[in-house]
C-alpha cells in the first residue's frame, strides 16, 4: 500500500464522527475502540490520542486513547496483511510526546498488536512486553447443558439492588481482578465500581433462594451486540455449575435485544474458558494486553 496517510482527530467525537460506520463492520472486534471513545465524548474528557491510517476514506488500521487509560487499538486482518498501517501508526504514535509519556499500556487484536508493539519499541526508548493473552468469543445461540438446566431450575438470575451488599459483592469484584491480574483496586474501590454497577441495572448475580453465589455483568451496550465481563463465583461456591447457568441464562436474556454477545477470557484460565465454550461462547480471536514501560 503506498496511499496510506494519517490523520488525527481533536477528540473523541471527531473522531466517531468520521470512523463509527466502519468500525461497525468489525463491531466485535473494535467495541473498545468505539465505546471508549462514545464515553469519553460524553464525559468531554480533554487531551489524548485519536488516529487513523487511511487509504484514501477507507479506514485500515485505528488508535484511541485518553489519559489514564489503556489505548485501543481496532480491528486487523488475521492473515497479517496490513502490517504497513500497524507500523505506521505505532511510529506517529511514537512521536506525540505527550502520549509517550502517558503511556501506560494497549489492547488489540493479533497479529496486528504484535507488529505495533515492535514497531513502537523500536522507534521509542521504552520497552513493550504482553502481559495478557487472551481469547475474544461471540455468542448467538446459548447451549442448554444438562447441568445449566438443573441449575436453572434450582436458582434464579436476577439484578442487583441497593439491598444487596456492595461490600460483599465488592469483595468478589476485587477477587475477580486478582484473578485476571488486572490493575490492583482497593476494596473501597470496587465496592464503588459495583455500586455505580448497580446504579445503572448492568450487573447481575445468580441466587439460590436469597443467597447470591456468582456474579457478571454487561458491558458496551453497542448497536449489533454487547458484552459480558467480570463473571466471579468465590471460591466457597465454586464447582457446582452456578457459573454456567448464570452465563446461560444472562447470555439468553441479552440476546433477545442484541444479535451476539461476546467476551474476553485469559488464555491461562482453561476453567473459564471451557465455561464459556461449554454454553455456546465460540471462539474468535486472539488479544493481547501489552504493558509499556520506560527504559530509564
Not at 228 to 245: I, L
Request: aromatic share 12%; net charge negative.
Amino acid at each position: 500500500m503506498s496511499n496510506l496517510g494519517i490523520k488525527v482527530y481533536p477528540g473523541p467525537q471527531q473522531f466517531l464522527d468520521e470512523l463509527r460506520p466502519q468500525l461497525e463492520e468489525h463491531e466485535l472486534e473494535n467495541s473498545q475502540v468505539i465505546f471508549k471513545p462514545t464515553v469519553w465524548a460524553r464525559d468531554n474528557v480533554e487531551g489524548g490520542y485519536y488516529a487513523a491510517v487511511l487509504d484514501g476514506d477507507k479506514l485500515v488500521y485505528a488508535g484511541c486513547w485518553s489519559p489514564g487509560n489503556y489505548m485501543w487499538l481496532s480491528w486487523c486482518p488475521e492473515d497479517g496483511s496490513e502490517t504497513e498501517a500497524q507500523e505506521l501508526l505505532a511510529k506517529h504514535l511514537a512521536t506525540v510526546e505527550s502520549v509517550v509519556k502517558g503511556l501506560v499500556g494497549y489492547l488489540g487484536c493479533e497479529p496486528g498488536a504484535k507488529v505495533f508493539a515492535n514497531a513502537y519499541a523500536e522507534a521509542t526508548s521504552r520497552t513493550v512486553q504482553e502481559d495478557r493473552a487472551m481469547s475474544t468469543y461471540r455468542l448467538t445461540k446459548v447451549l442448554w447443558t444438562e447441568q445449566c438446566r438443573e441449575m436453572v431450575a434450582k436458582g434464579v438470575l436476577r439484578k442487583t439492588t441497593s439491598d444487596d451488599d456492595m461490600k460483599v459483592i465488592g469483595s468478589w469484584y476485587k477477587g475477580f481482578n486478582h484473578q485476571c491480574k488486572l490493575p490492583f483496586l482497593s476494596l473501597e474501590e470496587c465496592e464503588k465500581a459495583v455500586t455505580n454497577l448497580t446504579k445503572v441495572g448492568l450487573l447481575y448475580v445468580w441466587c439460590l433462594g436469597k443467597q447470591p453465589v456468582s456474579m457478571a455483568f454487561q458491558l458496551r451496550p453497542l448497536k449489533y451486540g454487547t458484552s459480558v465481563a467480570g463473571v466471579y463465583t468465590p471460591p466457597e461456591f465454586r464447582k457446582r455449575g452456578y457459573a454456567s447457568a448464570l452465563m446461560a441464562t444472562l447470555s439468553d436474556h441479552l440476546l433477545k435485544t442484541y444479535q451476539f454477545v461476546t467476551l474476553h477470557a485469559d488464555n491461562d484460565n482453561p476453567t473459564s474458558n471451557h465455561i464459556y465454550q461449554e454454553v455456546g461462547y465460540q471462539f474468535v480471536r486472539y488479544t493481547s494486553d501489552y504493558q509499556v514501560h520506560s527504559t530509564a
